[in-house]
């Protein structure tokens, strides 16, 4: 298992990090009190075994729960091996994924671990879903797209925030942007202390500070300090996203 690095995280998370795509990608599982929640499902089948094996040999038998960030690739993929189990997304996912799934999967194929067999969300909501007794909450939170959503553990306060937060600044993939900083103001006012993105390492609230200062740049279209350094590769990627979707 030396492509996949294991974090424990508060009293009940590991977080499982892998690095085939040249950016740390993070499945976050929580030993909930009557499940297992396991969120997001990376490149496919191979790699969530390693992860389903260290689940079998050190967690307890409990039902499992997945549940996928957004539509995204790097995060759906393994979402077969897991058809009898629920498959938890926003319903904006599954649509996404029913109009470039497949497209996705023909463009990206090279990085497919084990075949991957396009397997969608069976539970959609659109506004939360609380798992009261595991004191879980998974509630939409649009911004990198428009189907985010976002994981509270509630007991360990560790709020998994998919792609809505990034290293060094957002990587902006929808329109609307004044939602995407709600969705990041909002976070400041969660009870959290631990927040990991899709593609962060365990984070504080000081990256979403950060992440929302560039939002409110782009938007005044003020976007000094952002065009130079560690910054820069990131920014023309988003400018170039945002010109090719007017
Ligand atoms: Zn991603």
């Known amino acids: 298992m030396d492509n996949m690095k ?3 995280v508060g009293s009940r998370g590991t977080l499982f990090t892998f690095d085939d795509l040249g950016i740390p990608t993070n499945v976050y599982v929580i030993n909930g009190t009557h499940h297992i929640f396991i969120i997001d499902t990376y490149l496919g ?9 260290y689940i079998e040999e050190k967690l307890p038998k409990k039902p499992w729960i997945i549940i996928n960030s957004h ?3 790097d995060h759906v993929w393994g979402n077969s ?7 938890i997304a926003h319903e904006k996912c599954k649509e996404l994924m029913q109009k470039e799934g497949l497209r996705d999967l023909e463009r990206f194929k090279e990085y497919q671990k084990g075949e ?33 959503i976002s994981v509270l553990d509630l007991k360990d306060k560790v709020l ?4 809505n937060l990034e290293r060094p600044i957002p990587f902006i993939m929808a329109r609307d ?7 990041l103001e909002d976070y400041l006012k969660v009870d959290a202390e631990i927040i990991i993105g899709g593609h962060t390492d365990m984070e504080n609230k ?20 952002y065009e130079v350094g560690e910054y820069k590769e990131y920014h023309q990627t988003n400018m170039k996203w945002l010109e090719e979707n007017k």
């Open 116 to 148: 991957v067999v396009l397997t969608y969300p069976n539970l959609t909501f659109t506004d939360k879903i609380a798992f009261e007794e595991d004191q879980i909450l998974i509630y939409h939170t649009p911004g990198h797209t428009e189907d985010e």
């Open 177 to 183: 942007l004044k939602q995407y900083i709600d969705t």
């Open 206 to 225: 000081g990256l979403i500070e950060d992440n929302l200062r560039y939002l409110e740049k782009v938007i005044t279209e003020d976007y000094l300090g």
């Open 45 to 53: 089948p191979t790699v969530m075994n390693q992860i389903n094996q």
């Open 6 to 8: 294991i974090t424990k």
């Open 71 to 73: 539509s995204h690739w």
């Open 160 to 163: 998994f925030v998919g792609d």
């Open 81 to 87: 091996l897991y058809s009898s189990s629920l498959i």
